[in-house]
């Protein structure tokens, strides 16, 4: 039994090596971005429901940005506070800004999807570029560097939505390391032709993509994935490429206990059971191959069993881990979140095990 568990784990660090260095790699190694500004109209799209402390903060940095020709849409999901005069104030104020008003609707209650699509419609340009309410672009050149990475044939734009740094928080670096594995898988996938999501906190594409697979229709049921389900039934190695440029992320503020990021992480997962085939199974063999990193290893070493062996693959699987997730760090400026490495990661599988478990019994909430 041993020799099976040992063979086992041999072949988990494997897969293990495979992930890090053959497909993260291609995103941790990949070479600078340049900036190349091309001249496309750009429709910046922003949903909000109830948004109002975030409308008065964010939605100024956006109508700071330098570019050239740029509207925002600020679409209202029938908010119950003061998001709609806030937006109706931004429409008057500012002559490129358009205002999308989305009422209660019966079969569409309570879905961002419904308000997104109007608000899709609505832009007068057809390059259109995503964020939420409670983020803001890191620089002044968001637009420009986003943009910058549409081609003819590159039509929908992967980008980078961080969360702001807590000094002195542990949550805060679980919630940032666990950010930016993700974007490593995503943005790596993209780059080797098999894109299989994106985030709408920075998120852009074509409008011809979007009514290439009608929109959101073949989802419209499930509450979340207007970013994620969208990208991955639209996106391809054909359509589609990666900014991780500094001036093009986008920052949100961070939930600031593990209850709350729990329950958003359990909105953000449980979208993931609609994937494609293979990129439900790869993210399902990267997950059950660093669990069962995490368990073998207790078991072989419990019985001494080619211990030295054992501690060598696990000292070299960290090593090789760490490497290229710093590689990744330092091109998405998280660097200091892979100091605690290790103990982030422990917790962080613990904690998607727990997700899933609870997911499987419960729905999750979702936009209200």
């Known amino acids: 039994m041993l020799l099976i568990i040992f063979c086992l784990f041999i072949a988990v660090f494997f897969v293990q090596f495979l992930y890090y260095i053959v497909v ?27 948004e109002e402390e975030n409308v008065k903060n964010f939605i100024p940095l956006l109508l700071e940005q330098n570019y050239y020709d740029f509207e925002i849409v600020l679409i209202d999901d029938a908010s119950s506070d003061d998001t709609l005069e806030l937006f109706e104030a931004y429409e008057k104020q500012h002559s490129n800004v358009k205002l999308v008003k989305v009422e209660n609707n019966e079969a569409f209650w309570g879905n961002k999807k419904y308000a997104l699509t109007l608000g899709i419609k609505a832009a007068k340009n057809e390059y259109l570029l995503f964020t939420d309410a409670d983020c803001y672009p890191s620089s002044k050149d968001w637009i420009l560097n ?9 039509t929908i734009i992967l980008g980078y939505g961080a969360y702001e740094k ?51 229709i073949d989802h419209m049921k499930i509450r979340s994935g207007d970013d994620d389900l969208f990208v991955n039934q639209a996106a391809s190695k054909a359509n589609t490429a990666v900014c991780y440029l500094p001036d093009s992320f986008t920052y949100s503020k961070p939930k600031t206990s593990f209850k709350e990021w729990f329950t958003q992480k359990r909105r953000h997962i449980s979208s993931a059971k609609n994937y494609k085939l293979f990129d439900r199974n790869q993210l ?60 982030i990661e422990i917790t962080l599988i613990i904690t998607q095990l727990n997700i899933f478990i609870t997911n499987t019994f419960s729905k999750p909430v979702h936009w209200k």
């Open 24 to 50: 993260f790699g291609k995103f941790s190694f990949a070479k600078p971005q340049k900036v190349t500004p091309k001249k496309i109209p750009i429709s910046v799209i922003v949903c909000a429901k109830n």
């Open 146 to 154: 986003m943009s910058s990475q549409f081609t003819m044939h590159n």
């Open 166 to 216: 807590i000094a002195g928080s542990f949550i805060n670096k679980i919630i940032r390391f666990e950010t930016l594995l993700t974007a490593t898988q995503y943005l790596a996938w993209a780059k080797i032709g098999k894109p299989y999501m994106g985030v709408g906190r920075n998120l852009a594409y074509k409008r011809e993509e979007f009514f290439k697979v009608n929109g959101f």
């Open 284 to 343: 399902a063999l990267f997950y059950c191959s660093q669990l069962l990193f995490l368990i073998l290893p207790i078991v072989l070493l419990s019985f001494q069993y080619q211990w030295i062996t054992v501690l060598s693959l696990i000292g070299f699987r960290y090593l090789f881990a760490w490497i290229t997730m710093g590689f990744a760090a330092g091109k998405l400026k998280e660097k200091d979140v892979m100091y605690w490495f290790p103990i």
